[in-house]
């Protein structure tokens, strides 16, 4: 079975400071990878996902992240965060043959010093 | 387009009790997953359906159960409430179109609070 771990569990960051958070998994197969969003009060959104090809990827809001093959990591990352960055951010996971099951990480809490 | 909807919005119930949250997917969606979140962690699945057929199931006991309806909307229930049911009940819509790179669309969740 599939597992992901998150290892900051929560990021205080000024505003216009680079932001990375770390993701990894562990799974030997094909996965797809995903990093989802919850604001405050809002329900989880998707910020980008890897299925195949450029290992880069880029989301919404100025997100990317990079799936290194070799480390088993999707890192999440963004040059400049701003105040409404301030969000729990989950890194997930979707083997293959896992009946589209969603494996998460247990979450990272960003606040954004204004 | 309406987003996936789910009711109710908050719940209490009492130990032993049973309860029943529903979930509309996104219009097209023809499958729905069920996710558990309980405070301070990441959601855990639950079940998967696809057609009225249950695809996947989590590491959940029996007293956790699930169903689909023609209209791909779908229910989960729980039966003799434990304490440690009160999490954030989340449903997931997924447009299903045979292949693995779909998407999942979460809802805003039941959060369900077990005294």
């Known amino acids: 079975a599939q597992s992901v771990s998150q290892h900051n569990h929560h990021v205080i960051l000024s505003e216009a400071a680079s932001l990375e958070l770390g993701c990894n998994y562990s799974y030997g197969g094909t996965v797809n990878l995903f990093w989802y969003v919850q604001y405050p009060g809002q329900h989880l959104q998707l910020l980008l996902k890897y299925f195949s090809g450029d290992p880069l990827v880029k989301g919404i809001k100025g997100f990317e992240a990079e799936f290194i093959k070799s480390k088993f990591s999707f890192n999440l990352r963004k040059p400049s965060v701003q105040w409404s960055d301030t969000a729990e951010y989950f890194c997930a996971v979707n083997a293959i043959g896992s009946a589209r099951q969603l494996t998460f990480g247990s979450g990272t809490q960003l606040t954004v010093l204004p | 387009d309406a987003g996936v909807t789910q009711s109710p919005t908050h719940l209490i119930k009492t130990r032993g009790q049973h309860v029943t949250l529903r979930c509309s997917p996104i219009s097209g969606h023809k499958s729905v997953s069920w996710y558990q979140q309980v405070l301070g962690q990441g959601p855990q699945f639950i079940f998967q359906?696809?057609?009225?057929?249950?695809?996947g199931r989590g590491n959940f006991p029996d007293r956790f159960s699930a169903r689909q309806f023609p209209n791909y909307s779908s229910e989960l229930n729980v039966n003799a409430l434990l304490l440690g049911d009160s999490a954030l009940y989340l449903c997931?819509?997924?447009?299903?179109?045979?292949?693995?790179?779909?998407?999942?669309?979460f809802g805003p969740g039941t959060r369900l609070t077990v005294l």
């Open positions: 997931a819509s997924i447009p299903d179109r045979g292949i693995f790179t779909d998407t999942q669309y």
């Open positions: 359906y696809y057609e009225k057929e249950e695809r």
